[in-house]
């Protein structure tokens, strides 16, 4: 998927709709990253052709210890998929914090808990483990 931010976006929304849709028509997927931290026009998300939301590390970070970053994280998957869209959180590092996404249904980590940055080489070696 191609990572998308909101700034990036809503420079110029119809033209930014426009070549979405004509990239998307071609088999691209688009994930909007950093979903909640920017402008976060809920209008967008059903204008766009977007087929992810990935949830800012800064909610993630403090899911298993501050209510108000679990709620906003249970709101951002909870839109996501009844948008359809598929959800991605950002900066998993512990366990706990890869149990309470799982528990609430997000589709897909990422974070150093998993690994950190590999090269391409390494990524092909680790999973063919």
Do not use: W
Request: proline residues 4%.
């Amino acid at each position: 998927a191609i990572e998308l931010t909101e700034g990036l976006l809503i420079d110029n929304v119809e033209q930014s709709i426009a070549i979405l849709e004509e990239l998307h028509q071609t088999g691209i997927v688009f994930a909007l990253d950093d979903f909640g931290t920017g402008y976060s026009s809920l209008n967008y998300l059903k204008r766009f052709p977007l087929q992810a939301l990935k949830i800012d590390q800064s909610f993630v970070r403090d899911i298993t210890i501050d209510p108000n970053s679990a709620a906003i994280t249970d709101a951002i998957i909870s839109l996501a998929h009844g948008l359809k869209l598929k959800v991605i959180a950002e900066g998993v590092e512990t366990q706990e914090q890869l149990d309470y996404l799982k528990a609430q249904g997000c589709d897909e980590v990422q974070g150093y808990y998993l690994s950190r940055p590999l090269p391409p080489e390494a990524v092909t070696k680790m999973l063919s483990h």
